[in-house]
């Protein structure tokens, strides 16, 4: 299974950009896909997730109101549309996914199976 992240970029404080997630040879049915960030010095920490099943999405309080997960089950793409950004947005954003059977999505890292690389995002 290998996920791809793309969409990163520098933007201005107050712009938007739109992360997506690329999933090849994933042969789970069900999944949560969650989108995940790290900036210098901190923790990672969850950001946002999906569960392909129904639709449902579950956020952090950073990304509530701004931030939104879509998916794409047909194309194996998951998306982060992320809406008055802010300098403390800068930060690696990864998407990852684990086999799921229902229920609201986790934040918790060791369900997360599959891990993508990253993609840089920087607000100034």
């Known amino acids: ?13 107050g712009g938007s950009l739109t992360l997506s997630c690329a999933v090849s040879g994933l042969n789970l049915r069900r999944h949560c896909g969650g989108w995940f960030r790290q ?16 639709g449902s999405a579950v956020y ?15 194309r194996l793409m998951w998306y982060l549309q ?26 918790r890292e060791d369900f997360y199976d599959y891990w993508g690389p990253g993609t840089q995002v920087t607000v100034s």
């Open 1 to 13: 299974v290998q996920l791809v992240e793309s969409g990163g970029g520098s933007v201005q404080a």
């Open 60 to 74: 952090t309080d950073s990304a509530k109101g701004r931030f939104a997960i879509s998916q794409d089950n047909a």
């Open 82 to 107: 992320m809406n008055s950004l802010k300098p403390e947005d800068t930060a690696m954003y990864y998407c990852a996914l684990y086999e799921a059977y229902g229920g609201k999505c986790s934040f």
């Open 39 to 54: 900036a210098p010095g901190q923790e990672r920490e969850g950001v946002a997730a999906i569960y392909n099943g129904d």
